[in-house]
């Protein structure tokens, strides 16, 4: 291992279940074949499973990190300062250098700067736009160790008028650090060409061993995430499936997740009487059973960085109805059936399309489409950014 690059992956969490960390761990794994990977994570020690996506399965190494405290006069001048320049200030790159010192304080720069130092890394990988940023602001100190951030959001989740992450009024500021960067790795091309610097496109691959083939007879619509705030549409699904069943008295829809929003869709689902055609299932490390027992997948998403449940779907055979988001788009082109995002009507349509469809031949297409987001593929990609 002495003669190996050291890789270090920077990350809030690895240790929990969610889209992130199942795709870092994914990568970590198959990185860790021929470099000497380090994660460094916000996770609490406690937590530490390497169970958990098959983690214990790599030789990897781990290091638990955790912020100091700012004392109270410093924190309310960086507060102030923050608010200021949030509201007030032009955003230009010397106002965004000062807001770097005021969201992230020297004693939280220097404490991540000399854990990361530690480990002698020859490439950084900033997890997440937070931490990317995050690394961005300790540059200085890491000398000429390559820094990679790996942006996981689409560019209009992040920085749109909506955005439940940062927001339009660092969207600046954001771009300003992570062009500081020797590389910023996005999920999509048309992510790519929002920032305005040069970014790297490497798709998420897929990340599970597919089980059985669906045999299209069952009936079921199938939706898997996790239930955060607005994100995934499920609510949406919920309102749609409810117009669609009123003509249709034999599909059934199951909905795979967990999270805050979890009441809103019993509330639904009790409101519209559909207890039994919609079945809410808790989150599994067996969700192969699911995408083999359905017949059609649905992605409401109002947002995605890149749909990975899209590529499961298709690995399994299923045809796809998707909200019109661009990585949907760009992940299988004119193959799909698309609604208008957040249009329930239209998602209602699609849905009656889809039991209309010649399932076979859309799924043979489905299982060519997903070949082309194999492992194999996507870890050449990310070594040549790695490497060059």
Known sequence: MQNMKKICFLTDSIFSFGGVQRVTAVIA?????????TIVTLDDSKTMDTTIYNLNEAD??????SFPQV???????????????????PQNRFTSNWYSHSSFPSELRNALSIELSKGNYDVIIGDHAPLAVRLANCKTQLGSTKLIGWIHNSYEALFGEKSTYIGPELKKHYEYQLETLDATVVLCQFDAQQYHFPTKVIYNPLTLVPGERAKGNSKKFLAVGRFSRLHKGFDLLIEAFHIFAENNKEWTLDIVGEGMEEPLYRQLIKKYKLDNRITIHPFTNHIQQYYSDAQVYVLSSRWEGFGLVLVEAM??????????????????GDWALYFENGNINQLAQKMHEATLIDWHQKSEEALEIAKHFSIDTIIKQWKTVIDS
Request: charged share 25%; net charge positive.
């Open 60 to 65: 990897i190494k781990y290091r638990f990190f």
């Open 315 to 332: 690995a399994h055979g299923l045809p796809v109805i998707s909200s019109n988001l661009p990585t949907s788009q760009e992940i299988m």
């Open 29 to 37: 794994k198959e990185l860790a074949k021929e470099y000497d990977v």
């Open 71 to 89: 004392n109270k006069f410093k924190k309310l001048c960086c507060k102030a300062y923050s608010a200021f320049y949030r509201k007030l200030l």
